[in-house]
Antibody
């Protein structure tokens, strides 16, 4: 059974940093692209970033480009999102979501498995 | 950036009725469109990919159609457990984008 478990969410001040983790199990971790998708309180879904299975290809939303960095540690079956220069508008539940087909060096970007999310709150 | 516009914002129907949800793209996305269901307090679930293909384990009452800029998700006979917000998502161009969602309620 595929499982994705996010962690690392917290209350942080504007301008601060946070690193989110997504621990994966139940599939061959480095065969599938994984993405971060966020949802502000009471709002819709917003794609944040994606990384291919082997980590060779990454994509970012304009709203986070230059501030967030996606990476993955194959030895730990874990995805990361390093978030710097945080702003109030980054407040959201952050989900990690797995591609539904093998995507070693690209990102298909249909998401068939999702974690339960981790809450990031940016406020002074 | 491709903008996806969903309508209506809210759909209120009785059990057994047919629900029709619309998703319109600001430019062609070919057939590279997915639909997700998000129930309250839960993560989204993939229903449909490539406009008309049901994901694994999705009941046959859910169907998708369309191509180019106009897409439709049909729930043929609404069940109480279908109460949720439904989102469309395109993967044609980066950045990926989601529609604003349609909330389906039971009368």
């Amino acid at each position: 059974e595929v499982q994705l478990l996010e962690s690392g969410g917290a209350l942080v001040q504007p301008g601060g940093s946070l690193r989110l983790s997504c621990a994966a199990s139940g599939f061959t971790f480095n065969d599938y692209a994984i993405s971060w998708v966020r949802q502000a309180p009471g709002k819709g879904l917003e794609w944040v970033s994606s990384i291919s299975g082997r980590g060779t290809t990454t994509y970012y939303a304009d709203s986070v480009k230059g501030r967030f960095t996606i990476s993955r540690d194959i030895s730990k079956n874990t995805l990361f999102l390093q978030m710097d220069s945080l702003r109030a508008e980054d407040t959201a539940i952050y989900y990690c979501a797995k591609d539904f087909a093998v995507t070693k060096h690209t990102v298909l970007a249909y998401f068939d498995s999702w974690g339960q999310g981790t809450l990031v709150s940016v406020s002074s | 950036e491709i903008v996806l516009t969903q309508s209506p914002a809210t759909l209120s129907l009785s059990p057994g009725e047919r629900a029709s949800l619309s998703c319109r793209a600001s430019q062609s996305v070919s057939s590279y469109l997915a639909w997700y269901q998000q129930k309250p307090g839960q993560a989204p679930r993939l229903l449909i990919y490539d406009a008309s293909n049901r994901a694994t384990g999705i009941p046959a009452r859910f169907s998708g159609s369309g191509s180019g800029t106009d897409f439709t998700l049909i729930i043929s006979s609404l069940e109480p457990e279908d109460v949720a917000v439904y989102y469309c998502q395109q993967r044609t161009n980066w950045p990926l984008s989601f529609g604003g969602g349609t909330k389906v309620e039971i009368k």
